[in-house]
């Protein structure tokens, strides 16, 4: 079985991809990695890092970009900035330039160096908010140039990337474990586990999906 | 005029491409970025931000990405491998996974901040020892994976691109800036500037260049 990176920040979303390719490929077979790039709340990387050694995963590492704050500005990394779309933008305000793109190569660097082929990575763009980084366009071009750059045959699988929040919940649940991920992952904007705040747009969005899958799984 | 963000290194490649550029913008236009990456010689970073200063560009900045030694190994960062090429390897061993791919992704997550659409960087295809991402294909691929990430019409301009060494010394001395690329800038391996120890690949092939760029100017 061939063996991949993940690019895991301990969200729901790279929660489940980690998930779905352990129970692919078996956790000897799992390789994850988490940015550390000046998020608000430190403990994403902690929480991160607990848990990809808590699933058994063959290593995890930490790799710290610390100069990103230091190039460009959002509200995900700015403390003082209120989070919300500023009238006329494209995006909110959370969007991060470059930074799938800059997890997928440096994510690339280090798989080569490990003899990895694979990078996992939890975008979608079904519920993208308007982040140019999780299309698929992006991810195609991103594999064709990681390849170029390399001379490597790097494969990016994106599994989610055509799911809706409700159907990453309906993915989990039939990995058997949406109670893991609805309790132990962090996504919410605020810092706080689980269900989260409640009020922020990650909280309302992973809501949102939750309730709309449960609410389809009543019915069936 | 428009801007652009030079990559420069203090090597002769950048430091040709920075001077072609200040020769058709203006020095007011230009903008430098040098990458300490844990190279062999920190000199290299020191002189590149002490020449842009000197051409007087419109900023500098030196963005550290200290975590590439740490998941990357190779000639030029680990200073105990020696420079060669092993054998059966289709590139030297000084070549870095991801270099130029992390150098432009970088830049342009920086220049976008500055609202810069441009980048200029200084590879070759035509002398580049087998580095995959010297080649045109990486450049092309590279600008609409930058393109698709930040939803920014970036430009990459390789001025360089199809030059040989000898030709790149040419284009030196048209813009009057053959002794100063000659005495001035960093390429040799040993860290020595100018004319360099004269012995390591980088010094053979910058030699042979101006030799046979002076030989054949001395016959026209």
Redesign the interface.
């Known amino acids: 079985m061939e063996a991949t990176l993940v690019i895991f920040s301990g969200g729901q979303d790279s929660t489940t991809c980690l998930l779905q390719a352990i129970a692919e490929r078996g956790a000897e077979n799992i390789h994850t990695v988490t940015f550390a790039y000046g998020q608000r709340h430190k403990l994403e990387v902690e929480l991160a890092e607990g848990l990809a050694k808590e699933l058994g995963v063959a290593s995890h590492?930490t790799?710290?970009?610390?100069?990103?704050k230091?190039?460009?500005?959002n509200a995900l990394m700015d403390t003082v900035t209120p989070i919300g779309r500023t009238a006329g933008a494209?995006c909110p305000n959370t969007f991060v330039?470059?930074r799938?793109?800059?997890f997928l190569?440096?994510a690339?660097?280090?798989a080569?160096?490990l003899g990895i082929h694979d990078l996992t990575i939890g975008v979608s763009e079904a519920d993208y908010s308007g982040y140019?980084?999780c299309?698929e366009?992006?991810v195609k071009?991103?594999e064709?140039?990681?390849r170029?750059?390399?001379?490597w045959p790097f494969r990016v699988l994106a599994p989610l990337q055509h799911l809706t929040k409700a159907q990453e919940w309906a993915l989990a649940d039939r990995l058997g474990r949406l109670d893991f991920v609805r309790t132990r992952t962090l996504t919410c904007y605020e810092g706080i586990p689980g269900d989260g705040c409640g009020t922020c747009p990650a909280c309302k969005l992973r809501a949102a999906g939750l309730a709309e899958y449960l609410g389809s799984r009543g019915r069936a």
Chains 1, 2 share one sequence.
Do not use: C, E
């Open positions: 590492k790799i710290a970009v610390d100069w990103y230091d190039i460009t500005h494209t330039d470059g799938n793109a800059l190569l440096t690339a660097i280090y080569k160096g140019p980084d299309r366009a992006f071009s991103m064709q140039t990681l170029l750059a390399m001379d």
